[in-house]
């Protein structure tokens, strides 16, 4: 048996924005783990001009529940004007995506 996951990926310019950024995201427990894929190098154009960048591409993985929030959360924390936002859903084994979703739950408080 499978559950669903949801793995968001960006890149960042640096190590103090990718660790500054993980480290939010788990301490808010809006992802469950965040891997760094590593330094890649980003061709694309930019304002009418060709660009090359180094970056580091963080791979976040949440639940459902947390996905919107983990968006909108990479989004306002960011330090590119527009991030590279990538979300789709994943099927994990049962036992990491309940791990993922008990990592990602908060107390309700009442």
Not at 24 to 50: F, I
């Amino acid at each position: 048996m499978s559950l669903p996951v949801v793995l968001v990926l960006t890149t960042v310019p640096d190590d103090e924005s990718a660790q500054k950024l993980a480290h939010a995201a788990l301490e808010l427990r809006l992802a469950a783990c965040v891997t760094e894929l590593g330094k890649v190098r980003s061709r694309y154009r930019w304002k009418g001009e060709m660009e090359t960048a180094d970056e580091i591409q963080l791979l976040f993985k949440t639940s459902a529940a947390r996905s919107l929030e983990l968006e909108r959360f990479i989004a306002a924390n960011h330090p590119y004007e527009t991030p590279e936002l990538l979300t789709w859903q994943a099927n994990a084994s049962a036992a990491y995506g309940a791990w993922v979703v008990t990592e990602t739950d908060r107390p309700t408080h009442v």
